[in-house]
């Protein structure tokens, strides 16, 4: 049972507020906010997800920006709300085409509308957009994509050679195009994201994969989808060969741990030639989400050092290089170390003639930060940092310092190998085919090397 629903920007300004029951003071979205700018409990540097206040429990989850909060009094699963939060943030993307602070304040009757047909008087209706259609009639105020921040090349899908901008994937499931025409276009993502852990002389520990299918469909009629897969993916631990076999087709065997499908997805053919049949309902929703523990190539190594070079000094050499082809760049990467709790003062030393690279010693957690905009494969990039100390060393400074951890994106990407083989469509749309398009996106969840 929910009391009250809200969505804040990072900024602290409400944005949509709902109170389903009175049974939380109005002003819960400031006691809210704070708690989460100025979180000091348990040595943690960010708010986790669930916690309580005055007898008041705030369950909030961060999307594209915003957070989307609830709150109540009584004992509720935090897994449950925590979920009803995504699917609220995922209905509302379904209508509006684009999720930001923007498209919410031009299209507020529209989101009132939805979060009353969502949840009624603090108890979950539906949130599934297709039934939602009958019942919210509000066209929504379409905002311009091209205003929006640049995506980079995550947002490129592609349809054999052709790219397309991810922008075309940001229209609404219920407005109609200029002119009244509809064009006809499915779009498949294949998500992937990563956790591994380094030994401190470069041995992989652990390593996982979790990753989803997700589709969107602007498809008249509703056609039959049949999407077909690796035809030697193979599901259950030890069912296939460690990494670097390859199969007679060259594109190796893709073994998962486990793996569950979509309510509508028909698996009648699955275990014969790997073809998944659905007719795909409103809205974006997850065909398959999988998990994989068998080795695979990591997309980056990481190499960190630290070593004294003085009674007050040390220096740190950190190196990243990308195992993936050359055709292939990641963005958005970013590298930090925890330092000595006595570190004062980094200074940094880049490669020559780097580029998009941005360092930072961020002095209330001692920690070094190292900010790429893109690393291209094959590529390494060194950095090194002297450290100057409050105090003379005592003990092994390497305890005392680490993990390197390491987020990034890489587009059209995956290291699983998990492949959409070809996506049909039941349907014919008389003189044009519809328009296919699919992207590949890897990214890291826990992406950690020990020193």
Same mark, same amino acid.
């Given at each position: *049972? ?29 006691? =809210? ?130 790219? *397309? ?39 992989? @520990? ?7 299918? /997700? ?76 998990? *994989?523990? /068998? ?65 930072? =010693? ?9 900010? @790429? ?32 951890? *390491? ?21 014919? =749309? ?12 890897? /990214? ?8």
């Amino acid at each position: *049972m929910i009391s009250q629903f809200f969505v804040l920007s990072q900024r602290g300004d409400n944005i949509v507020f709902r109170d389903y029951r009175g049974e939380v003071p109005k002003g819960s979205a400031e006691i =809210f906010f704070r708690k989460v700018k100025f979180w000091e409990d348990g040595g943690l540097e960010e708010a986790p997800p669930i916690f309580n206040v005055d007898g008041v429990n705030y369950f909030h989850v961060k999307v594209v920006g915003l957070l989307f909060v609830a709150t109540t009094r009584v004992n509720t699963s935090p897994s449950y709300v925590l979920e009803l939060l995504q699917r609220i943030a995922r209905v509302i993307k379904d209508y509006l085409g684009i999720l930001n602070e923007d498209s919410l304040r031009k299209n507020f009757v529209l989101v009132y509308e939805l979060l009353d047909e969502v949840i009624d008087f603090g108890y979950v209706q539906t949130t599934s957009t297709e039934l939602l259609k009958s019942y919210v009639f509000n066209e929504p105020l379409v905002v311009d994509a091209a205003r929006m921040s640049p995506l980079g090349p995550a947002a490129l899908f592609t349809q054999g050679t052709k790219r *397309m901008p991810g922008i075309a994937v940001t229209k609404s499931v219920v407005a109609t195009e200029p002119g009244g025409r509809k064009r006809e276009e499915i779009f498949v993502d294949i998500i992937e994201k990563i956790s591994i852990t380094f030994s401190s002389s470069g041995y992989i @520990l652990t390593s996982e994969i979790d990753g989803t299918i /997700q589709m969107k469909s602007y498809l008249s009629g509703n056609p039959e989808i049949r999407l077909a897969l690796n035809d030697d993916l193979a599901i259950g631990k030890g069912q296939g060969p460690v990494y670097g076999y390859r199969s007679s087709t060259g594109s190796g065997v893709v073994v998962l741990d486990d793996c569950n499908f979509h309510e509508s997805v028909r698996l009648d053919s699955f275990e014969v030639d790997r073809t998944l049949s659905l007719v795909p309902p409103d809205g974006e929703f997850p065909v398959m989400n999988y998990r *994989m523990t /068998q080795e695979f190539k990591p997309p980056f190594r990481i190499n960190a050092l630290i070593e004294e070079a003085g009674p007050h000094k040390a220096e740190v050499i950190l190196k990243v290089r990308a195992e993936f082809a050359s055709s292939i760049t990641a963005n958005t990467i970013k590298v930090q170390m925890p330092l000595p709790k006595y570190t004062n003062r980094v200074s940094f030393e880049l490669d020559p003639g780097a580029s998009g690279q941005t360092t930072d =010693f961020k002095e209330t957690n001692k920690r070094l930060e190292w900010n @790429l905009k893109k690393i291209v494969g094959g590529c390494e990039h060194t950095l090194r940092a002297k450290l100057t100390f409050s105090q003379e060393l005592h003990g092994n400074i390497t305890k005392e310092s680490g993990p390197v951890s *390491m987020t990034f994106t890489i587009p059209m990407y995956n290291a699983s190998r998990l492949q959409v083989k070809y996506l049909q469509i039941a349907k014919k =749309f008389g003189t044009h085919e519809p328009y296919r398009w699919v992207r590949y996106v890897t /990214q890291a969840n826990s992406y950690v090397a020990r020193i």
